[in-house]
C-alpha cells in the first residue's frame, strides 16, 4: 500500500483525508485533535499553521478507495460524517455531507461559492444541532473569506450564515477567537456585539469604518444591521472615538436632514451616543444641528424626541451659545411637553435642559441688573 495513504500522525489507512495550509494530508480526527489541544503548528514539519481550516482532499481519498477496490481491500469508510438536517425538526431528512459544501466553498466557481453559502445559510437557520456541527467542521473561517468575494449575494448568504451560527454562544467565542471577525459583516457584528468583550475585539478589528460605510451605501436591509451594531459598539467608550474618526458623525447628520429618510431614531440613537464623546460633541455642534435638534424635540416621535433631547443636553452642558441659541429656537416649550407626556428617559433630558434654561435666564438678569 502506498506510504501517501496513511496519516502521518496515526500510520493508520486514512478514511477522512484532509490538507492543512502547509499541504500536509492527515486523516481527519487526528490532526483535529492535534489542532484542539492547542498547537499551531504542522506536525510532520513544524511550519506554523497560517490558517487552521481543513480542506478535505477528495482526490487523494479517490485513489485511496480506487486501490482498495482492485486490491481486494475493503475501502475505509469514513467515520462519524456529518450529515444536516434540511428541516427545523429533530428527523434527519435528506441528508447533505458537509464535505461536499465545504469543497464549493472553496471553489474558484463564484456560483459554487454562493450555492453554498446559501445551503449553508439555511441548514443552520432553525436547527441547532446544525449550527454546532457547521461550526465544529471549520466552516466559520471558509464563510468569513466569502466576506470579500467579489458577488453581493455571496457576501449575503455568508454573512446570514455567520449570523445563524453565532446564536449558538460557543459559536461566537470560535467566531472571535478564530480571528474571523469579517469587515462587512453586519448582522454577525449585531449578535457578537451583545457580548461586551466582544465589543472590544470587533471594534480593534477595523470594523468601525466598514459599518460606516454600509451605513452610508448599503440597502436598507444592510444600513439597518449596521446602525444596530454601531449602536451596540459604541456603548463601549473605547469605539466612540473610532466611530467619530471614521466619519460617522457627519454621516448621521445627513441622515437627519434628509427628506424622508426611514432611520431616524436610528440616526439620533447613535448620535446620542456620539455626542457623550468629546470629539463626537464638538463634530456636533461644528455641524450646526441644533435647528433640526429642536424640530425633532417638538415633532418627533417619542425615540426621537428623547435622543434628540440628549444630544442637546450634551450640546448645551457648559456652553451658553449652544443654549442660548436653542432658546432663540423656541426649545422651552417642546421641553415643557417632554418633561410631561415623554418617556422615562426624555422626561429625565428635558427636565435638565429645563434647569439648565432656567439658570442660564438668572445669569443673564443678573448680568443686566448689573449693567
Known amino acids: ?36 489541544s492547542g498547537h499551531g503548528t504542522c506536525p510532520k514539519t513544524q511550519q506554523v499553521l497560517s490558517t ?17 477496490e482492485a486490491n481486494g481491500v475493503e475501502p475505509p469508510k469514513k467515520s462519524g460524517n456529518l450529515h444536516l438536517c434540511k428541516t427545523s425538526s429533530a428527523c434527519l431528512v435528506e441528508a447533505l455531507e458537509l464535505d461536499t459544501l465545504f469543497s464549493q466553498l472553496i471553489s474558484s466557481n463564484i456560483e459554487d461559492q454562493r450555492s453554498a453559502a446559501g445551503e449553508i445559510r439555511r ?10 456541527y457547521i461550526a465544529e467542521a471549520g466552516a466559520i473561517p471558509l464563510l468569513a473569506d466569502l466576506l470579500y468575494a467579489n458577488d453581493n449575494l455571496t457576501q449575503e448568504h455568508a454573512v446570514t450564515a455567520l449570523l445563524n451560527l453565532s446564536i449558538y454562544d460557543v459559536n461566537k467565542g470560535i467566531i472571535v477567537s478564530s480571528g474571523a471577525i469579517p469587515e462587512n459583516a453586519a448582522a454577525t457584528f ?66 437627519l436632514t434628509q427628506p424622508g429618510c426611514e432611520m431616524v431614531d436610528e440616526a439620533l440613537a447613535i448620535t446620542a451616543i456620539l ?20 424640530d425633532f424635540v417638538m415633532n418627533g416621535s417619542p425615540l426621537s424626541r428623547e435622543n434628540a433631547a440628549a444630544v442637546l443636553l450634551q ?47 438668572c445669569q443673564h438678569e443678573q448680568s443686566s441688573t448689573a449693567n
Not at 52 to 68: E, F
Not at 123 to 132: A, D, F, P, W, Y
Request: with cysteine; aromatic share 6%; hydrophobic share 40%.
Open 190 to 255: 449585531f449578535s457578537l456585539s451583545s457580548v461586551y468583550d466582544y465589543k472590544v475585539s470587533i471594534g480593534a478589528s477595523g470594523a468601525i469604518p466598514a459599518l460606516v460605510a454600509l451605513l452610508s451605501k448599503g440597502r436598507r436591509s444592510g444600513k439597518v444591521d449596521a446602525a444596530t451594531a454601531l449602536f451596540n459598539l459604541c456603548l463601549y467608550q473605547g469605539t466612540k472615538g473610532r466611530a467619530v474618526r471614521a466619519g460617522a458623525v457627519p454621516l448621521l447628520v445627513t441622515m
Open 1 to 36: 500500500m502506498p506510504v501517501d495513504f496513511h496519516c502521518p500522525i496515526s500510520l493508520g489507512l486514512m478514511k477522512d483525508p484532509v490538507t492543512i495550509s502547509t499541504g500536509q494530508t492527515y486523516e481527519r480526527a487526528c490532526i483535529k485533535k492535534w489542532l484542539d
Open 275 to 294: 455626542a457623550s464623546h468629546p470629539d463626537g460633541r464638538i463634530m456636533v455642534g461644528i455641524l450646526d444641528t441644533l435647528p433640526t435638534l429642536v
Open 52 to 68: 487552521k481550516v481543513l480542506i478535505p482532499n477528495h482526490g487523494l481519498r479517490s485513489l485511496i478507495s480506487n486501490w482498495c
Open 315 to 361: 450640546l448645551c452642558s457648559g456652553d451658553p451659545e449652544h443654549l442660548s441659541e436653542a432658546i432663540l429656537l423656541g426649545i422651552n416649550d417642546p421641553l415643557q411637553d417632554l418633561a410631561e407626556n415623554g418617556t422615562i428617559r426624555g422626561k429625565q433630558k428635558a427636565a435638565q435642559l429645563l434647569e439648565l434654561i432656567s439658570g442660564f435666564g
Open 123 to 132: 441548514l443552520s437557520k432553525h436547527n441547532s444541532e446544525n449550527r454546532v
